[in-house]
C-alpha cells in the first residue's frame, strides 16, 4: 500500500490513523497506524510502512485522536462502504462501549472521502479479449476472431467448459466459425494458454444467442419473393425445407404452407402485415 487519504471537516488535533483488517466487524485487528501530529487529514506516505494487501483482501481505514481532550477515551472514529454493519452503513464512532452513527453522536451526518492507493509488482499476465462476442443467427455464416495479449506465442486454444452452437468451432488461432445449426442460447468458456515456461493461461466466458430471421426461408439474409417461392417449392414439388423451419412460417400458425408463401408476398408487394414467426 503506498498512500491513505482522508479528506473532510474536523478538529485541528492530533490523530492516528489506522489501516485494518476488514471481516465485518469493528474494530478488528489493526495493520498499521500512522501518527499525524498536526491533525491534518490529507493525503499520508505509507509506503515505507510495506503494508501488504493480498488480492481479493478487504481492508478499511478509521482513526482516532491522539489527544483525548476534547474527545472522551477510547473514542474511534470508523469509515465504512456497504460491507459494515452500523446503521444505513454510515460512518460512525465508537464511544464508551458502543457503536454509534455520526448523527447520533453530534446530531448531524458528515461526508468524508477516504481514498486507500495500493502499488503491486509487475505480474506476466495473458488475457483474452474481447469480453463479449456478437449473437449469431441460425443458417448464416458467423466469424469471430479471439485475440490473446501479454505471455508468449503461440498460444493453445481450447473450450473449458459449455458447449458452442453446433456447426461452430474454435481453431488453433483462435478463431469461431461456422454456421449454426440451431436457435438457441448458449454459454462457454473459453481458455487460452501460452508457450512460456511456467505457462500463462486465461479463461474468458461468453454468452451466444442463436436467432433466426423471421421469414427468410430461403436462409439469403434477405426477405425477398425469394423466401414464397421456396416455401412454394418445398410444398408443391419436394424442394429442400427451410433451413431453418420456424423462419418459414411467417403467418405464425406453426405450420409450413401456402398460407406462408401468400403473406409473404403480401408483406413484400402490398404493405401487408408485418411477419409473424415463432
Avoid at 492516528?16 to 498499521?32: K, Q, V
Avoid at 452513527?101 to 495500493?118: H, K, M, P, Q, V
Avoid at 498460444?155 to 436457435?183: C, H, N
Wanted: aromatic share 10%; glycine share 12%.
Amino acid at each position: 500500500m503506498s498512500t491513505v487519504s482522508v479528506t473532510g471537516q474536523f478538529p485541528d488535533v492530533p490523530v492516528r490513523i489506522y489501516i485494518w483488517e476488514s471481516d465485518g466487524t469493528y474494530p478488528t485487528t489493526a495493520i498499521d497506524s500512522i501518527d499525524i501530529p498536526d491533525g491534518e487529514l490529507r493525503l499520508i506516505d505509507v509506503s515505507d510502512r510495506n503494508i501488504t494487501v493480498a488480492a481479493g483482501q478487504d481492508f478499511h481505514v478509521g482513526f482516532s485522536l491522539i489527544d483525548t481532550n476534547p474527545a472522551p477515551p477510547e473514542t474511534l472514529w470508523i469509515y465504512m462502504d456497504n460491507g459494515g454493519e452500523m446503521p444505513q452503513n454510515r460512518s460512525g464512532l465508537y464511544d464508551d462501549g458502543q457503536w454509534k452513527t455520526l448523527s447520533e453522536y453530534y446530531g448531524t451526518d458528515y461526508n468524508f472521502l477516504i481514498r486507500a492507493e495500493t502499488r503491486g509488482m509487475s505480474v506476466a499476465t495473458v488475457a483474452i479479449s474481447p469480453l463479449t462476442i456478437p449473437d449469431g443467427t441460425a443458417g448464416m455464416e458467423y466469424d469471430m476472431v479471439l485475440g490473446a495479449a501479454g505471455g508468449t506465442a503461440p498460444y493453445t486454444w481450447s473450450i473449458t467448459s459449455g458447449a458452442m452452437p453446433d456447426g461452430i468451432v474454435l481453431d488453433a488461432e483462435g478463431k469461431m466459425s461456422g454456421i449454426p445449426a440451431e436457435v438457441g442460447d448458449y454459454h462457454f468458456t473459453v481458455g487460452v494458454s501460452d508457450a512460456g515456461l511456467p505457462g500463462l493461461s486465461d479463461f474468458q466466458h461468453y454468452d451466444m444467442a442463436v436467432g433466426y430471421i423471421c421469414g427468410n426461408a430461403a436462409n439469403d439474409n434477405s426477405i425477398n419473393v425469394a423466401d414464397a417461392v421456396f416455401i412454394i417449392n418445398y410444398i408443391f414439388k419436394g424442394g429442400p425445407p427451410p433451413a431453418i423451419l420456424d423462419a418459414g412460417d411467417a403467418n405464425c400458425d406453426r405450420a409450413i404452407n401456402i398460407a406462408d408463401a401468400v403473406y409473404l408476398i403480401n408483406y413484400i408487394f402490398q404493405g401487408g402485415p408485418a411477419l409473424c414467426c415463432p
